[in-house]
């Protein structure tokens, strides 16, 4: 099956820095890459996704590059805000079946 | 986006008696729901998917009898915990899946066997 890994598993960085995680996942079929936020005592929520047909994508501060012969994904951060401080976690699937996810990463984003 | 809700927020429950935890999606109908544990500091684990109208496919290791999933509806799919003791402590979520099929993730319950 799937298996994803995602570094680092804390990243504290000052505000107005850009934060970069990285993962990286196994199958080479995985077609569908979201990335989740969650705040303490709350449920994931997704910030960004990316498709395998489509090697970057952004919405306003966030981004997501995608590099399949590497078989690794990238969410990109800038002008970091402490309100970004969360676990941000990576995931990867084939077409509409299960998601796996990585381990997750806790942004710290210091004013 | 799409709005799921879980009901309860939190729960504090004796050794042995069961808990019934709701995941609805509010404002669009979902065939597939997902159920998944999660422990401090660590990912979501998958425990089983749920469809509407047919039995929940379980992930290996997780005890069907003891985590006990219904679908009635496009937009209701229910946990019961049967007999839980303090191991079952953890933090429960649900997840819906739209006509797009993207996953839209509940807030969470807490779930505490004393």
């Known amino acids: 099956g799937e298996n994803v890994e995602q570094h680092p598993s804390t990243l504290s960085v000052q505000e107005g820095d850009s934060a970069v995680i990285k993962c990286t996942y196994s199958d080479s079929a995985s077609n569908y890459f979201p990335w989740y936020k969650q705040e303490l005592g709350k449920g994931p929520q997704l910030i960004i996704d990316?498709?395998?047909?489509?090697g970057e994508k952004k919405d306003q501060r966030i981004a997501v590059t995608l590099n399949k012969t590497a078989k690794h994904f990238s969410l990109h951060i800038t002008e970091t805000q402490p309100e970004d401080s969360a676990v941000y976690f990576c995931?990867?699937?084939?077409?509409?079946?299960?998601?796996?996810f990585g381990k997750g990463t806790m942004l710290l984003v210091s004013p | 986006g799409a709005v799921v809700s879980q009901h309860p927020s939190w729960v504090i429950c004796k050794s042995g008696t069961s808990v019934k935890i709701e995941c609805r999606s509010l404002d669009f109908q979902a065939t597939t729901m997902f159920w998944y544990r999660q422990f401090p500091k660590q990912s979501l684990m998958l425990m089983a998917t749920?469809?509407?109208?047919?039995?929940?496919?379980?992930e290996q290791g997780v005890e069907k009898d003891k985590f006990l999933i219904n679908h009635a509806s496009l937009t209701l799919s229910t946990l019961t915990v049967t007999s839980a003791h303090p191991e079952d402590s953890s933090f429960y979520i649900c997840s819906a899946k739209d006509y797009t099929n993207e996953q839209f993730f509940g807030p969470g319950t807490r779930l505490t066997v004393l």
């Open positions: 749920s469809n509407e109208g047919s039995k929940a496919t379980y």
């Open positions: 995931a990867a699937s084939l077409g509409y079946s299960t998601l796996t």
């Open positions: 990316i498709r395998s047909n489509v």
